[in-house]
């Protein structure tokens, strides 16, 4: 079961910011991962469950969060139906983000007041998922279609919240391009937590990184 609300996870993504995405097989490892991003101040994470037996990991990392790491909300991506949408809300997940956008998905997670977040890339798209209740709105894949994508949606839809997946890095240029254009948060996975980082296991360096970023996170958005 969640442990914080949509509207708690909601507010999460507004303040930091960023979220860091991360999947790896081994146990050990994420929860080494996941408490650097923690120690640099990351106070969510969204596990992109691709790999075989992912959620025996992400039930392993949760349990691991709730016990060491307080305040540190744990996600899931690469959801791609509600039955899986089901089994991590039931490993304790507490947003689900889905690289497309899925009714099916929406009523699972609207049943338990778990935010979910569907990648969209066409405003019928986006206008549909607030139609079924979502908070914010994944762009997927954000590389290609850009910060002027965010700031055209914006234009006749003010009130949506976007969340660029994919494209982001941890430099002041391209932060500020997204969050200039209108971006509520960033999602940013292996321009943060690199291949090296983890072939190195050089977790003090991935927690100065995440330190760093979330510092020009808050420098471009002016706070």
């Given at each position: 079961?969640?442990q914080?609300?949509?509207?708690?996870?909601?507010?999460?993504?507004?303040?930091?910011?960023?979220?860091?995405?991360?999947?790896?097989?081994?146990?050990?490892?994420?929860?080494?991962?996941?408490?650097?991003?923690y120690?640099?101040?990351?106070r969510?994470?969204?596990?992109?469950?691709?790999?075989?037996?992912?959620?025996?990991?992400?039930?392993?990392?949760?349990?691991?969060?709730i016990?060491?790491?307080?305040?540190?909300?744990?996600?899931?991506?690469s959801?791609t139906?509600?039955?899986?949408?089901?089994?991590?809300m039931?490993?304790?997940?507490?947003?689900?983000?889905?690289?497309?956008?899925?009714?099916?998905?929406?009523?699972?997670?609207n049943?338990?007041?778990?935010?979910?977040?569907?990648?969209?890339?066409?405003?019928?798209e986006?206008?549909?998922?607030?139609?079924?209740?979502?908070?914010?709105?994944k762009?997927?894949?954000?590389?290609?279609?850009?910060?002027?994508?965010?700031?055209?949606?914006k234009?006749?839809?003010?009130?949506?919240?976007i969340?660029?997946?994919?494209?982001?890095?941890?430099?002041?240029?391209?932060?500020k391009?997204?969050?200039?254009?209108?971006?509520?948060?960033?999602?940013?996975?292996?321009?943060?937590?690199?291949?090296e980082?983890?072939?190195?296991?050089?977790?003090?360096?991935?927690?100065q990184?995440?330190k760093?970023?979330?510092?020009i996170?808050?420098?471009?958005?002016?706070?």
């Open positions: 079961m969640a914080f609300s949509r509207l708690e996870v909601a507010q999460a993504m507004k303040d930091t910011g960023m979220i860091p995405l991360f999947f790896h097989g081994d146990i050990d490892l994420s929860k080494k991962v996941l408490k650097a991003c120690d640099g101040g990351a969510l994470m969204e596990f992109t469950a691709r790999g075989d037996f992912a959620h025996e990991v992400f039930g392993e990392l949760t349990k691991y969060a016990k060491e790491l307080p305040g540190m909300i744990m996600g899931v991506g959801v139906d509600g039955a899986a949408a089901s089994l991590y039931a490993l304790g997940a507490n947003f689900i983000v889905t690289p497309v956008l899925r009714e099916d998905i929406a009523i699972a997670c049943r338990k007041k778990v935010l979910w977040s569907p990648g969209c890339g066409s405003l019928t986006i206008a549909r998922a607030e139609e079924l209740g979502c908070e914010i709105v762009l997927f894949p954000g590389d290609l279609y850009g910060p002027k994508f965010i700031k055209g949606i234009g006749p839809q003010p009130w949506t919240s969340m660029p997946t994919g494209g982001v890095s941890p430099d002041e240029a391209n932060l391009g997204w969050f200039d254009a209108g971006a509520t948060c960033v999602g940013m996975g292996s321009q943060l937590i690199s291949k980082i983890i072939a190195n296991k050089d977790y003090a360096k991935l927690e990184d995440v760093d970023a979330l510092a996170v808050k420098k471009v958005r002016g706070f």
